[in-house]
């Protein structure tokens, strides 16, 4: 058990569904003022998901809200569907609107809104980078895969998108070869060791404005994560860097169906480069 003088409440949301059987699971902590990283550390591991968020008090009134997030081993930056949870779990409590949230990517502004008998959440990444993946890293990537080359789609180049984290996009060229998901899960996760890749972002283009993805995430010790914000949000920089789409325009993601958590979340892209890509969707708590 968690030895804390002061016990705080662990809520337990799951993101980008409405269905507690689909969606990514977060945990959530609306007061953490008070707590050290090692009991956070340690909330999270108790928790179990793959990550947990923590948010603190604004230093002044009026100011954002510091927000941290621990994976069950460790401290990282930025998680998009643990944001969406902890502010429809604010919403739950102290109805729609605005939060600001400073996190260790930098500042990342969230709305929620009313949506039938629930909320959804929209955050904004902080501007994303894409950036070359290199022939060594992707012929790496690929034998961890057991992908020849030829099973990547030849419209959507490799690369590396970031908006707070790292995610490399890898396009596969049919729906069937993103289905049958089949890797060395030990040197795929040294490898993203290696390069602090947070997941990997696999995608099936089926129209303009939708996609599937599949995540990979051996660095939380997971095979598949079934919803990632964060990888969205690097992905909509991607779309815009490579001209694959013409901004301002909206993208759906489905990610989880695969792996039975199905995952909706969709994304807005500015035709500005210098903005952030806006992840929409809804949460719902764990009983």
């Known amino acids: 058990m968690l030895d804390l003088d002061h016990h705080p409440e662990i809520l337990r949301y799951t993101a980008f569904t409405r269905d507690p059987k689909g969606g990514n699971p977060a945990g959530v902590v609306l007061s953490a003022d008070g707590l050290t990283d090692e009991q956070m550390q340690k909330i999270a591991a108790d928790v179990g998901f793959s990550e947990t968020a923590f948010l603190f008090a604004p230093v002044i009134e009026g100011g954002p809200h510091a927000v941290r997030y621990f994976s069950p081993l460790a401290e990282i930056g930025f998680c998009g569907h ?52 290199g022939e060594e890293d992707l012929h790496e990537v690929l034998a961890a895969f057991r992908w020849a080359p030829d099973d990547l789609d030849p419209d959507l180049s490799p690369a590396i998108g ?48 939708s996609y599937h993805s599949r995540n990979p995430f051996p660095p939380g010790g997971v095979v598949e994560d079934p919803a990632t914000g964060a990888a969205a949000a690097a992905f909509g920089g991607y779309l815009r860097e490579v001209g694959l789409v013409t901004p301002p325009v909206e993208v759906d993601i489905t990610q989880g169906v695969d792996m039975g958590r199905p995952s909706s979340l969709r994304l807005f892209i500015p035709d500005d480069r210098a903005r952030g890509i806006s992840v929409t969707g809804a949460a719902m708590p764990l009983r």
Do not use: C
């Not at 109805?95 to 904004?124: R, W, Y």
């Not at 997941?199 to 303009?208: A, C, D, G, H, P």
């Open 162 to 209: 970031n908006a707070g984290n790292d995610h490399p996009v890898l396009a596969a060229h049919t729906r069937e070869r993103l289905r049958d998901l089949d890797y060395d899960f030990d040197r795929l996760g040294a490898l993203m060791a290696a390069r602090d890749w947070t997941t990997i972002q696999l995608v099936w283009k089926e129209n303009e404005h």
């Open 82 to 133: 643990a944001t969406i949870a902890l502010a429809i779990a604010h919403a739950d409590r102290e109805g729609a609107g605005s939060l600001s949230l400073q996190t260790k990517v930098g500042l990342i502004p969230v709305e929620t809104h009313h949506a039938g008998d629930g909320f959804t959440a929209t955050l904004i990444s902080v501007p994303p980078k894409v950036r070359d993946i």
